[in-house]
């Protein structure tokens, strides 16, 4: 292999694929985004200039390079195939400095742990096409830590990013919105079909945007609160709160707080769901 010296120099994506004989595996979640001018795009929406990134599963490297082509200032890249390992080697030498690879399977791969190991003063980004397998877990990982995330740019099944934005009244609604709702500012940034990725999966995927909301110590401890609030009334979706709430709240103090007991909670905003939690505490 030729010494590359500079991003531009590298060869397609697709002859990498070829030259370490690395064919996507299903157990690992690999649909590949080869076309640069999708993972151009991707990092350019990605909230990345001058700041440090984590990657989560770089596979042959389509999206780092947009990440370092889009003035990432560091790159750390979490993959689990060492094969993608070998592969990115070329990167890492034309990054000169900038990409860190960090064998690790990510759903071990502590945040916390990760910000003492490199030092990291100020929030970092997570850009990723993740593994549809692991991404919801992943996401929720996440937010137990998100004092040190600045934003989060992540490619989901286009179903699962449609339930973080999803509003009251909607099948989409649930508790993965209310939780990302409370949490983070959200938004879907991309649409992509399954003819985008090599292999093609069988769903249509999108990206979609969380950056982090300022909460309060007293907002952030209704977390686990809301989390379990939640799981109660949607784990039994088509009950009534008073029912599927009863373990926790009488069907008076549910009226007291100004909300239905005969309500679904398909049917309740975040704001009410809070209310619940407050009263709980
Ligand atoms: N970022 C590449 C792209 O866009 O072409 C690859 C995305 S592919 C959907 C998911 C990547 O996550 C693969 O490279 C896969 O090997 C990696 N992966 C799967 N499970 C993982 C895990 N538990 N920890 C770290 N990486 C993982």
Redesign the pocket.
């Known amino acids: 292999m030729l010494a590359l010296s500079k991003l531009s120099d590298l060869p397609p994506l697709k002859d990498l694929l070829i030259e370490h004989d690395l064919w996507a595996k299903k157990s690992?979640?690999?649909?590949?985004?080869l076309d640069p001018n999708i993972?151009e795009t991707i990092a350019k929406k990605a909230l990345i200039n001058d700041r440090v990134v984590l990657?989560?599963?770089?596979?042959?490297g389509?999206?780092t390079r947009g990440l370092l082509n889009h003035g990432a200032k560091q790159v750390f890249a979490?993959?689990?195939?060492v094969r993608?390992i070998h592969l990115l080697q070329s990167l890492v030498s034309a990054s000169e400095g900038r990409l860190h690879l960090i064998e690790?399977?990510?759903?071990k791969f502590k945040l916390s742990d990760f910000v003492t190991e490199y030092s990291l003063d100020a929030p970092f980004h997570i850009v990723?096409?993740?593994?549809y397998n692991?991404g919801t877990q992943l996401l929720l990982n996440w937010f137990k830590d998100l004092d040190w995330i600045g934003s989060m740019t992540l490619m989901f099944q286009k179903e699962v990013a449609e339930r973080m934005v999803a509003t009251p009244g909607t099948d989409a609604y649930g508790r993965l919105s209310i939780l990302c709702q409370y949490l983070c500012m959200c938004k879907i940034i991309m649409h992509l079909p399954p003819s985008a990725f090599t292999p093609a999966p069988k769903v249509h995927s999108a990206v979609i945007q969380l950056v982090p909301k300022k909460l309060s110590d007293e907002e952030k401890k209704l977390l686990p609160l809301l989390e379990r609030v939640t799981a109660l009334a949607f784990g039994q979706r088509r009950k009534m709160l008073k029912s599927s709430l009863k373990s926790l709240l009488k069907e008076n103090e549910i009226e007291a707080l100004g909300i239905s007991p005969t309500m679904r909670p398909e049917e309740l905003a975040l704001d009410s769901f809070l209310k619940i939690c407050k009263k709980l505490i």
Request: charged fraction near 20%; proline fraction near 10%.
């Open positions: 690992l979640g690999q649909n590949f985004l993972t990657e989560i599963g770089p596979g042959p389509g999206l979490v993959e689990k195939d993608c690790k399977d990510a759903l990723a096409n993740l593994p692991i």
